[in-house]
Antibody, heavy 120, light 110 residues
Framework: QLQLQESGPGLVKPSETLSLTCTVS??????????WGWIRQPPGKGLEWIGS???????YYNPSLKSRVTISVDTSKNQFSLKLSSVTAADTAVYYC????????????WGKGTTVTVSS | QTVVTQEPSFSVSPGGTVTLTCGLSSGSVSTSDYPSWYQQTPGQAPRTLIYSTNTRSSGVPDRFSGSILGNKAALTITGAQADDESDYYC??????????FGGGTKLTVL
């Protein structure tokens, strides 16, 4: 059974770069017909799609975050990663990784999420 | 920028039927947007309910159904139960590898 697990620092200082990794187990990140994505949820607010990546390295980003986001993939480790630069308190959120099915264009497997707080 | 609209809140009586909708700030939602629906309870990751407009994800009870109603995607819960009280999010595929979430609907069962 495919599982995704987010990891990374829970506290990041303002203006620094947030870095998270999602480890995929129970399946290969090099699967066709799926992308690997990041979604976040600020406290008390809704979900926001951040971006996604294909195992080949092709990336897709939310236009509102594109200037600060980098998503990368490491197929040898079955992991993909998120970097968000120049963070502010508004980037405080629960960050989820998810598999995006390209057969039917939806998020079919989710990680449990990890909380990241931006504070000095 | 595209905005996906949902009712902020809705209430339904136990055993009742409720339809939540998902629209676009400009234009109509169609099957080509591959609307999907997710249920989220506090402190938990979202759970996939419906994809590709009307296909239930594995293990989802058949009281949940999806459709296109007029110019919106819709999630209907028939015979609502207490544990259906959750936040519900729709997502539309915008093409070119991008998705947009709706703002979510908080459903109260009382």
């Amino acid at each position: 059974q495919l599982q995704l697990q987010e990891s990374g620092p829970g506290l990041v200082k303002p203006s620094e770069t947030l870095s998270l990794t999602c480890t995929v187990s129970g399946g290969s990140i090099s699967s066709s017909n799926c992308h690997w994505g990041w979604i976040r949820q600020p406290p008390g607010k809704g979900l926001e799609w951040i971006g996604s990546i294909y195992y080949s390295g092709t990336t897709y980003y939310n236009p509102s975050l594109k200037s600060r986001v980098t998503i990368s993939v490491d197929t040898s480790k079955n992991q993909f990663s998120l970097k968000l630069s120049s963070v502010t308190a508004a980037d405080t959120a629960v960050y989820y990784c998810a598999r995006n099915s390209y057969d039917y264009y939806y998020m079919d497997v989710w990680g449990k999420g990890t909380t990241v707080t931006v504070s000095s | 920028q595209t905005v996906v609209t949902q009712e902020p809140s809705f209430s339904v009586s136990p055993g009742g039927t409720v339809t939540l909708t998902c629209g676009l700030s400009s234009g109509s939602v169609s099957t080509s947007d591959y609307p999907s629906w997710y249920q989220q309870t506090p402190g938990q990751a979202p759970r996939t309910l419906i994809y590709s407009t009307n296909t239930r994800s594995s293990g989802v009870p058949d009281r949940f159904s999806g459709s296109i109603l007029g110019n919106k995607a819709a999630l209907t819960i028939t015979g609502a139960q207490a544990d259906d009280e959750s936040d519900y999010y729709c997502v539309l595929y915008m093409g070119s590898g991008t998705w947009v979430f709706g703002g979510g609907t908080k459903l109260t069962v009382l």
